[in-house]
């Protein structure tokens, strides 16, 4: 599986963005699918994850970010209202797909989300 990950920018307080993650190669096998943000000298955190039954949000961003996708896998979107500055860091596409009973997870690369006046 290759997830590319886009969409990011510089926005202002308040404002929106739309990140995607296109998935490629075996997006039969992903069972789920999120995105994680890191900023310097921190771990990556959850943000939004979604799976076939059910979505899952860090305190932080519920109400103002929502996590969809299609039901073939192939492109996960996360939108983002009511940024904050504090929402500023490299954002982070997630798949977990199962095969042969084993999880197997993928990253993309990072989508840089700057939110300043």
């Known amino acids: 599986v290759q997830l590319q990950a886009s969409g990011g920018g510089l926005v202002q307080p308040g404002g929106s963005l739309r990140l995607s993650c296109a998935a490629s190669?075996?997006?039969?096998?992903?069972?789920?699918m999120a995105w994680y943000r890191q900023t310097p000298g921190k771990q990556r955190d959850l943000v939004a994850r979604i799976s076939r039954t059910s979505t899952v949000y860090a305190e932080s961003v519920k109400g103002r970010f929502t996590i969809s996708g299609d039901n073939a896998w192939n492109t996960v979107y996360l939108q983002m209202n009511g940024l904050k500055p504090e929402d500023t860091a490299a954002y982070y596409c997630?798949?977990?797909?199962?095969?042969?009973?084993?999880?197997?997870?993928?990253w993309g690369q990072g989508t840089l989300v700057t939110v300043s006046s």
């Open positions: 997630h798949a977990v797909a199962y095969r042969d009973f084993t999880e197997y997870p993928y």
């Open positions: 190669g075996s997006t039969f096998s992903i069972i789920r």
